[in-house]
Structures are given as C-alpha cells and as structure tokens.
C-alpha cells in the first residue's frame, strides 16, 4: 500500500473549522483515499472515502488535489466529540489481499473550548 | 454502535495462558478482520476472512490463529502470552457488495499479561 503523511498532532477551538492535511505523493490511479478517526477508547470509525472528486457526507467534508498528491479532511465545525486520532488511508480495492486498511500514526485533534 | 460485537471487553490472563477472543460481525457482512493495537505499535493488521476462509494475513505471530464459522463469527486464539501481548485487539467487518473500503469496528477486547 502507497505510504501517508499526516502531521503528528493539531489543535482547533471548537465550532472553528478544521482543515487535517494529508500527503501522498506516491498514489497510484486505483488508489482510494480513506479517512478513519480513533475517539478514546473506542475502536476506528470511517469518516469519509473518495477517489478524485470531492467529497462530502454528514460527518466531513474530503477536498482531494488535482494531482491527487494530498487530500485535506475538513471538519465544518470542531466540537470536543471531535477531538480524536484522524487517520488518512489509502487503499486499492484492485490488488489482492482483500479488503484490509494498513493504518499509520495518524493525527491527534485536540479540540478546545 | 457499530453492530460489530467483540467479547470479552477485557481479559487478564497470567504469562503462558492461552485465550480466545470473539467477535459478531455486521448482519449479513461476510468478511471480518482482526487487529491489535498497542502503545508502540499503533494498529497492526493481522488476518481477514471471507465468508469462512482465509483472505489476507499481516503481522500475525504464529502462536496466534483465527477462524471464522459459518454462522460467520470469528475467534482469534492467543496462545503462550507474553507480557507484550498486552493491546487492544479489534474486530471489523465488510459487506460482501462494492469495495468501498468501509469497515465497521468493534470496541475491541482489552487484554492484559501479567
């Protein structure tokens, strides 16, 4: 699976909209790009997935570069249920070995009053 | 709630043991992956099965398998621990339509080694 880059760590303030950027220079054309987030002591939670179109559903909005190098995850508006670890995922459904996600470190929201 | 069912939420085991972990998937999802998460390794993939056979294996030691049945529910077996055994070990599941990449998590099964 082509490798992510995400920064560590973000802060927002809450209600703020939140821009998480992720890098993936090495994308191949089957490549999807996922977005998971990990809320404390619970397991990942899908967010949102696109190919090369932006993206949105209830939860957020994925804004994906023309040269689909990188992708940014939007948050509309940050509440505290917010703040988790966002992870930025690539995966292509074409290749063999089924379905799985390979997860990096991903990064931690921290969302302020 | 996800509709993925894990049991035991927690599990404290002694060095040596052996456990079995378990999980329900979705209703009517045919493939079920198992992961580990611990403090230095973040989530590590281990295995994925399809509709009762094997799909993919990762990072899974040999001392640890897994099956899936055919009501489709899965249990990882953990063999001979090890103090760094401890981690959360979570359940996913999928559909069987498009690859749309959307697993669905469980809460996951906390297990300490002492």
């Known amino acids: 699976d082509a490798k992510t880059t995400q920064p560590n760590s973000m802060e927002s303030n809450e209600e703020e909209p939140v821009h998480l950027p992720c890098n993936h220079s090495?994308?191949?054309?089957?490549?999807?790009i996922h977005w998971y987030r990990q809320l404390p002591s619970q397991g990942p939670e899908y967010v949102i997935h696109?190919?090369?179109s932006n993206v949105n559903n209830r939860m957020a909005s994925l804004a994906i570069a023309e040269d689909r190098k990188s992708s940014t995850l939007i948050l509309h508006r940050a509440t505290l249920r917010d703040a988790a670890v966002y992870y930025c995922?690539?995966?292509?459904?074409?290749?063999?070995?089924?379905?799985?996600?390979?997860f990096g470190t991903g990064t931690q929201l921290k969302v302020e009053l | 709630d996800s509709g993925v069912t894990q049991t035991p939420k927690h599990l404290i085991t002694a060095t040596g043991q052996r456990v079995t972990l378990r999980c329900s998937p979705r209703s009517g999802d045919l493939s079920v992956y198992w992961y580990q998460q611990s403090l230095d390794q973040g989530l590590q993939f281990l295995i994925q099965y399809y509709n009762g056979e094997e799909r993919a294996k990762g990072n899974i030691l040999e001392r640890f398998s897994a099956q899936q049945f055919p009501d489709l529910h899965s249990e990882l077996n953990l063999s001979s621990l090890e103090l760094g055994d401890s981690a959360l070990y979570f359940c996913?599941?999928?559909?069987?339509?498009?690859?749309?990449?959307?697993?669905?998590f469980g809460e996951g099964s906390r297990l300490t080694v002492l």
């Open positions: 090495t994308i191949s054309g089957t490549d999807y």
């Open positions: 996913a599941s999928s559909g069987s339509g498009a690859n749309t990449g959307e697993l669905f």
């Open positions: 696109g190919l090369t």
């Open positions: 995922i690539l995966r292509d459904p074409y290749t063999g070995g089924g379905n799985k996600l390979t």
